[in-house]
């Protein structure tokens, strides 16, 4: 059973198409986050968050507590934005981790 | 300012070998995380710690994994009798205080032959 279900698995995108990654998870949280892996490279926190919208330059995160859902926005996506992104909740003193959205932003 | 500081970047290590695992957090966070990502898979929640405390070490995946905490600053990951299972890149990330924004180190790679 997983706790944090991500989609799509891999994307494939045009530069400048807005891009939205989603996350459903099934345990009670204090709070989710949006990491960045680049490929060869370390993890990045984007965003955490426990209700509401956060933005951060052309990144948008949003959750919804009553659904448990959380959606990730790209605007005016770039081929830097290629990365593996991934989705993490974490309930108090655990975390649980979605296997990842793989994205590829073609020029 | 200096990141999390992993080291070593890579250890390969023949089965059955102990090996141990750094992580320096930044300076000041009081949190401490370690987690696992092993080839071709999620990232996996091991232990945390909160000062030099770990109040639940449940998801260590076997009673081979330990980790400690000193001065609540730096940790280290030991993993006695190594198996080719425990192949994977660990993790570390740090905290100003547990719940906050988590930073990440650059992992150690982990190869056990």
């Known amino acids: 059973k997983n706790e944090v279900e991500q989609s799509p698995q891999n994307l494939t995108a045009q530069e400048g198409e807005f891009i939205t990654i989603n996350c459903s998870y099934s345990?009670?949280?204090?709070?989710l986050h949006w990491l960045q892996q680049h490929p060869g490279g370390g993890i990045v926190s984007l965003f955490m968050l426990s209700s509401g919208k956060k933005k951060h330059g052309r990144l948008i995160a949003t959750i919804n507590i009553q659904e448990k859902h959380s959606s990730l926005h790209i605007t005016a996506s770039h081929p830097r934005d290629s990365a593996v992104y991934i989705c993490a909740v974490s309930p108090p003193g655990q975390f649980y981790f979605g296997t990842g959205t793989s994205l590829t932003v073609i020029p | 300012g200096a990141g999390v500081s992993q080291s070593p970047s890579n250890k390969v290590t023949e089965k059955g070998k102990d090996v141990e695992l750094r992580c320096d957090p930044i300076?000041?966070?009081?949190?401490l995380y370690w987690y696992r990502q092993s080839l071709g898979q999620g990232l996996e929640f091991l232990i945390y710690?909160?000062?030099?405390?770990?109040?639940?070490k449940s998801g260590l995946p076997s009673d081979r994994f330990s980790a400690e905490r000193t001065g609540g600053s730096v940790s280290t990951l030991t993993i006695q009798r190594t198996q080719q299972e425990d192949s994977a890149v660990y993790l570390c990330?740090?905290?100003?205080?547990?719940?906050?924004?988590?930073?990440f180190g650059p992992g150690t790679r982990l190869t056990v032959t």
């Open positions: 300076s000041g966070h009081t949190a």
């Open positions: 345990v009670g949280i204090s709070a």
């Open positions: 710690f909160q000062g030099n405390s770990a109040p639940d």
């Open positions: 990330a740090s905290s100003l205080r547990t719940g906050a924004e988590q930073y």
